[in-house]
T-cell receptor
Framework: KNQVEQSPQSLIILEGKNCTLQ??????????LRWYKQDTGRGPVSLTI?????NTKSNGRYTATLDADTKQSSLHITASQLSDSASYIC???????????FGKGNQVVVIP | EPEVTQTPSHQVTQMGQEVILRCVPI?????FYWYRQILGQKVEFLVS????????KSEIFDDQFSVERPDGSNFTLKIRSTKLEDSAMYFC??????????????FGPGTRLTVL
């Protein structure tokens, strides 16, 4: 069964600090992995996408890594801002499959 | 910038009633999806739709659910007889073309369905 597990479930960080979110998946055959940001009460918005051959991708203060051998990904947030408070969802796509496999999300709260 | 829109933003209904959730996908997109997210749970796939027919559906999408693209613009999800456990956030998404690479699914803001 295609699964995506994320950790930690939630974390609180001080404004200006960095944090790293983890994602492990069992989706196969792997096509691509996206990190989405979901603000409370809103739909998910894509931050990064990585395919099998890519092991790092940046989008501003967000940097995602991918290790396709160990089936792990991370999302690093640099110099966090209050607006980074959101749920960060790891979403994995399998080849030839219309469906996306969603993780439960990492709930990040940035405090002043 | 084009975006997926959904109405209503919040729907409250009595158990057993029918509800229709509406979505307007991005205009040149060809693939449409419905997802749901029960409070505190992960987003779950319900159904995908292409060329005026369902291309894939999950175990959740039983006979109580149906989808329709009635006028080439709207994409609707109907729940015939709502149950308490249907209470969730329902997201519509659309995608330009199929394919494994890129071709991001763009999500709408969601409709929060509350069944009493």
């Amino acid at each position: 069964k295609n699964q995506v597990e994320q950790s930690p479930q939630s974390l609180i960080i001080l404004e200006g600090k960095n944090c790293t979110l983890q994602c492990n998946y069992t989706v196969s055959p792997f096509s691509n992995l996206r990190w989405y940001k979901q603000d409370t009460g809103r739909g998910p918005v894509s931050l990064t996408i990585m395919t099998f051959s890519e092991n790092t991708k940046s989008n501003g203060r967000y940097t995602a890594t991918l290790d396709a051998d160990t089936k792990q990904s991370s999302l690093h947030i640099t110099a966090s801002q209050l607006s980074d408070s959101a749920s960060y969802i790891c979403v994995v796509s399998a080849k030839g499959n219309n469906r996306l496999a969603f993780g439960k999300g990492n709930q990040v709260v940035v405090i002043p | 910038e084009p975006e997926v829109t959904q109405t209503p933003s919040h729907q409250v209904t009595q158990m057993g009633q029918e509800v229709i959730l509406r979505c307007v996908p991005i205009s040149n997109h060809l693939y449409f999806y419905w997802y749901r997210q029960i409070l505190g749970q992960k987003v779950e796939f319900l159904v995908s739709f292409y060329n005026n027919e369902i291309s894939e559906k999950s175990e959740i999408f039983d006979d109580q659910f149906s989808v329709e693209r009635p006028d080439g613009s709207n994409f609707t999800l109907k729940i015939r007889s709502t149950k308490l456990e249907d209470s969730a956030m329902y997201f519509c998404a659309s995608r330009a073309v199929a394919g494994d690479l890129g071709n991001e699914q763009f999500f709408g803001p969601g409709t929060r369905l509350t069944v009493l």
